[in-house]
């Protein structure tokens, strides 16, 4: 039972422009969502969570929304950057149990 | 702060061989979780401890891995025998005492059986 997808396993986009990823959970009891990065050979590092209480947060170039009624999120970059090409990772937690979801690899293209 | 270490990095086995993989979390972590990772997919739980208990491995094949956790710090997991299928990265994470959204993921072990 995939509690947590990710429906675009690739996405392109030009620098400079917004990458958005998007997120659909299926369990209302998540206290938190998370995004993940990954870069080849190496273990995924933490880019930034939201609260199940909150609908938006944001850290420097990253925005995530959540949209609870919907069960749905999205990790929107802006503006990208060739560095942030890698392997996104969704995840949802409630308790210290984790769902990640399939992963979106992002290219972003100089 | 040093982050999660595991070892090896790579390990290259043949079919009915036996692998072990080790994992020394962040100190003072008390939350230390085992995923398999297979390509083109997300991790997946294997195992999760408590300290030195274990809190949830409903999705650890019983019968070929094994998990443990003795005096909980650092954590190895057991494949034997392994199969083709186990081919896959065996991620490492631990999460701290306090509560806590995020956990934190060494570089995991690349496995491959052949």
């Known amino acids: 039972d995939q509690q947590v997808k990710q429906n675009s396993p690739s996405l392109s986009v030009q620098e400079g422009r917004i990458s958005i990823l998007n997120c659909d959970y299926t369990?209302?009891?998540?206290?938190?969502f998370l995004w993940y990065k990954k870069y080849p050979a190496e273990g995924p590092t933490f880019l930034i969570s939201?609260?199940?209480?909150?609908d938006k947060n944001e850290d420097g170039r990253f925005t995530v929304f959540l949209n609870k009624s919907a069960k749905h999120l999205s990790l929107h970059i802006v503006p990208s950057q060739p560095g942030d090409s890698a392997v996104y990772f969704c995840?949802?937690?409630?308790?210290?149990?984790?769902?990640f979801g399939t992963g979106t690899s992002l290219t972003v293209i100089p | 702060e040093a982050g999660v270490a595991q070892s090896p990095r790579y390990k290259i086995i043949e079919k009915r061989q036996s692998v072990a993989f080790w994992c020394n979390p962040i100190?003072?972590?008390?939350?230390l979780y085992w995923y398999q990772q297979i390509l083109g997919q997300g991790p997946k739980l294997l195992i999760q401890?408590?300290?030195?208990?274990?809190?949830?491995d409903s999705q650890l094949p019983k019968d070929r891995f094994s998990a443990e956790r003795l005096k909980g710090v650092d954590s190895t997991l057991k494949i034997q025998p392994a199969k083709l299928e186990d081919s896959a990265v065996y991620l490492c994470?631990?999460?701290?005492?306090?509560?806590?959204?995020?956990?934190?993921f060494g570089p995991g072990t690349r496995l491959l059986v052949l």
């Open positions: 100190s003072g972590h008390a939350t």
């Open positions: 994470a631990s999460l701290g005492g306090v509560p806590s959204e995020t956990q934190y």
């Open positions: 369990n209302s009891m998540f206290d938190y």
């Open positions: 995840a949802a937690n409630t308790g210290n149990q984790f769902y």
């Open positions: 401890f408590q300290n030195n208990g274990v809190v949830d």
């Open positions: 939201i609260s199940s209480i909150k």
